[in-house]
């Protein structure tokens, strides 16, 4: 019983993280997957809680010692999981995590950083609002994406340019294009 509440609390924990990088269009960016994201959190929570009192109830030294570390570390790795927080090392390695920003750029390059695809890092360009200044700002994470999702990219120019012109607005979207190709070594 011990172990399937660990297994359970992993789980909603590994969901409760996916749901902070999830693409736009994920059920669990909609109402009901608030929802089921609530009852995650609850569960995670209570469920040990739960769990050792019954276990108390059955009579002493029933609970083994190696559940509540158990529960913490399937906790902590599994929302860690779910965020793909390891994509964070790069961050971490070059310092560049001891100067944050909340810029609306500096938020979009992270999330871009996130991405699993190149139209989840085009979405998260999207919900920015954008200036000229703030592309300049854009243009390594946008180069790095253009490197790191070269083979996600359309063959034709012309077709690249209607995918990124569908996200940012259209005198954004020649430097957008551009900066990809430049990444994916094309131009």
Not at 52 to 65: E, I, K, R
Not at 77 to 82: C, E, K, M, P, Q
């Amino acid at each position: 019983m011990f172990l399937a509440v660990v297994a359970v609390c992993g789980a909603c924990a590994y969901l409760v993280g996916y749901a902070f990088i999830a693409p736009r269009e994920s059920f669990l960016r909609s109402s009901g997957g608030g929802l089921v994201l609530g009852v995650c959190v609850l569960a995670a929570l209570a469920t040990p809680a739960a769990a050792s009192a019954l276990a108390g109830a059955a009579g002493p030294g029933v609970q083994p010692a190696w559940f509540r570390p158990a529960w913490i570390a399937a906790e902590t790795v599994g929302l860690l999981a779910g965020m793909r927080a390891w994509r964070l090392a790069a961050v971490v390695r070059t310092g560049r995590w001891s100067s944050l920003s909340e810029t609306p750029a500096a938020r979009a390059a992270t999330r871009m950083g996130l991405a699993d695809s190149l139209d989840a890092a085009l979405d998260a360009l999207a919900e920015t609002r954008m200036s000229a200044r703030d592309l300049d700002q854009l243009a390594p994470a946008l180069r790095h994406l253009g490197a790191r999702f070269w083979h996600q990219l359309p063959e034709r120019q012309g077709d690249l340019y209607a995918l990124v012109a569908r996200h940012v607005p259209p005198e954004a979207a020649a430097v957008v294009t551009g900066l990809l190709l430049e990444g994916a070594g094309r131009r």
